[in-house]
């Protein structure tokens, strides 16, 4: 089984949002009660499945019973696992993908088999397979991977063109890792090859920052994973990798964000562009006292990270900070000749309920900073924010 010790937390705020919104204390919620918030017109069969991998054991033939509590663990593994709760035609991808282990229903030798093995230990899966034919295999939940969502491929006998694995020579059995992960070297050598991205470029480094919010003051290792929740909440803030006049989206949404949102301050550059930061720590930061009023600078929001949110916080007098939220439509901006994520400052103002922006760029020159936030405007960008040793002296192209 997974390391019960290993730290795990939601992925997408919507998970944590939807595990908050059933009944039932924060550790534990009953097993009916989240079938029931999931789909209402969820099929017996697939019911049972998430009922199943919920409760650890796939293999139990006994009925569950609808009152079993499960652990908020078990939900952050399995939507680590199978996709978050996040709406899709009509269903979710945790749903959709659960529905889909029916694929892996097998005829073998007029028996019906499944190679989807679940919760199982790598000595339990050699123990399965040792007196077994070569070729026999399975799919598990990984141990060591637990909280990134990864799973094993364990088989008798050597695949070929596959990479060493761990195992047991002596018996002829090994076992691969199957991560939604890639290195963060080919993400960036890719982007490279495609577009003509400088590996060693600013907006490398800024790809490489914003894919590591916890690193807050470092980069990734080039043999670092990322994770695929990871890549999709970049694209989701700025734009996909679609093909764009020789370049994309995501690459030219950076480099617009490296090249414009520095500020000089005393003769030195600062850029407003916080990134990942909690709200707690944008108060502290803009709160201190070599930041006086109108200081301000712009973060992700956590609760809009779906919808490709930020939040500008300001600081207007010397004890209040004030929080907007920034709403966009991250699904459509990618469909024109230029991106436009249609983003909305929040509350919007009367007779001003059509008008969106763009980019994050143009929403703080056109309307961040000429307009006035409880008597004070944006004049001060909020300073030693952890962008700045990556944007600080870029040099536009010729």
Known sequence: MDNDTLTVKFYNQCDAD?????PGDQEYKLLSDICTTLSRSLNEKTRNL?????????SCLRPLSSDQKISERSFILLTARFGSTQPRNDSCYLVQQVQNLSKSIVNYDGEIHSWFGGEMTMDEAETRLQNKPDGT?????????????G??????????EMPVAEGSPLQNIYHYRILNEK???NILLKLSKDFGMDQKGREAKTISRLLAPERKNSNLDPEDLVSKESFLSLTTRFGSTKSLNGSCYLLQQIEQLVENSIRRIEGKKYSWFAGDMEMEEAERRLGSSVHGPGTYLIRF?????SKGGFVFSIKVNKTIIRHYVIKGKPDTACNGNEYDAKLVLLPVEEGKENETFPNLVTLVEDRIRIHEFHGVKAQYVCRDLQFNAVF??????K
């Open 18 to 22: 939807f595990w908050n919104a059933i």
């Open 50 to 58: 998430i009922s199943r991998l919920l409760s650890g054991d796939i």
């Open 137 to 149: 295999y399975l799919v598990r939940f990984s141990e060591g991977y637990a909280a990134q969502g």
């Open 151 to 160: 799973f094993a491929f364990s088989v008798k006998g050597v695949v070929k």
């Open 183 to 185: 290195p963060l070297n």
């Open 301 to 305: 929001s956590e609760k809009e990270a």
């Open 392 to 397: 600080r002296g870029y040099k536009q192209k």
